[in-house]
């Protein structure tokens, strides 16, 4: 049977990048939400670990093999079920690299060249401006409609992608016939944390002293936040344009206690920032600390984890192969 395949449940596809370890704005942005939707038991949830991405970036092929095992111990330690969801590695998949290159013949250059992600990418990286940065939102589109998803939960720092992803999916059903979904968005409520050290940037990797990894030591993340940058004044309240800084501690303290930042602010109305900073500290140790115990024991045993990466890899391509069939006949490259 030809036409988009429809599953019992919506599939919902997502993915992280194997570049290192997790911190607290890759949680809150989407690991948190990837748990909660896996287990709204709405979906039929594939979660990849997009190591064709990653290379984009100047990386160690020495490494690369366990930032892999560390993105995928970190997908189980922070809720992934394999029962539930489908976990994989995106190079164990063919189809990913073949659907990226079809669809690469029906994107406009001039749809690459404005995406804001690229622009800012190659400003950091000017020394290895690659194709693959980039044409990276095509790939990412070919990630997304292998597996005919109706929602993809992004930051919104990724709707430009998943902008571009809907049009490649019009346009080819429009060229060839319908064979693809468009995908709808599903924004994240903490889509955005800031820098500890730098409240105008998005906490990035990039900048390890301005982050607060998932499975950083205790007295690690009491340090970080006592060095938060927060402002001159000593009133707390929670104003994101006067207070950046101060604002980013309350929504990191609100988004793991369930308590809206201004409420949280009222809580600690006339004490000192210095109380603030050490009550999320304990609030931060307390939240990971069974993340931080599963992922040492997780990747102390690899083949563990290498069992779950190929099962669910296998899983995966019998979906993304059938994808692949229907998209070469439409397009006349079967015999």
């Known amino acids: 049977m030809h036409g988009i395949i429809r599953n019992m449940k919506p599939a919902l596809v997502s993915g992280i990048q194997p570049t ?70 995106q190079s164990q998949i063919p189809a990913h690299s073949e659907l990226s290159w079809i669809l690469s013949s029906i994107t406009p250059i001039g749809e690459l060249e404005r995406m804001t992600q690229y622009k800012d990418k190659a400003g950091r990286q000017n020394a ?58 599903l924004l994240t409520k903490t889509s955005r944390v800031m820098s500890l050290k730098d409240p105008s940037r998005k906490m990035s990797k990039s900048q390890p002293e301005g982050c607060l990894f998932l499975d950083d030591s205790p ?14 004044g000593s009133e707390i309240e929670y104003h994101p344009e006067k207070k950046a800084g101060l604002a980013n501690l309350l929504e990191i303290y609100g988004a793991l206690t369930h308590i809206e930042p201004h ?19 304990e609030v931060v140790t307390d939240y990971f600390a069974q993340f931080r115990t599963d992922k040492k024991a997780l990747l102390a045993k690899p083949a563990g984890l290498i069992k779950i990466l190929n099962a669910g890899s296998e899983q995966a391509a019998k979906v993304a192969e059938k994808k692949m069939e229907e998209v070469k006949e439409k397009i006349g490259l079967a015999l």
Not at 219 to 232: F, G, H, L, Y
């Open 20 to 89: 290192g370890r997790l911190h607290i704005g890759n949680y809150l942005g989407a690991l948190k939400n990837f748990v909660d939707l896996q287990n709204s038991g709405d979906y039929q949830c594939y979660f990849i670990v997009v190591d064709l991405h990653s290379i984009t970036e100047n990386f160690d092929p020495k490494e690369k093999n366990a930032q892999i095992l560390e993105t995928a111990a970190e997908y189980l330690a922070g809720g992934i079920d394999p029962k539930k969801s489908v976990l994989f590695l």
């Open 128 to 185: 290895n401006i690659n194709v693959g940065l980039f044409t990276y939102p095509v790939l990412m589109a070919a990630d997304i409609l292998l597996y005919s998803p109706r929602v993809v939960p992004v930051g919104d720092d990724q709707l430009q992608h998943l902008e571009l992803t809907r049009t490649l999916a019009r346009k080819f059903n429009k060229k060839f016939g319908e064979t693809f979904i468009e995908p709808k968005d």
């Open 219 to 232: 007295e690690q993340i009491k340090s970080k936040i006592a060095r938060a940058v927060t402002d001159s």
């Open 263 to 281: 409420l949280v602010a009222k809580e600690f109305s006339g004490q000192q920032y210095s109380a603030l900073k050490k009550q999320l500290a």
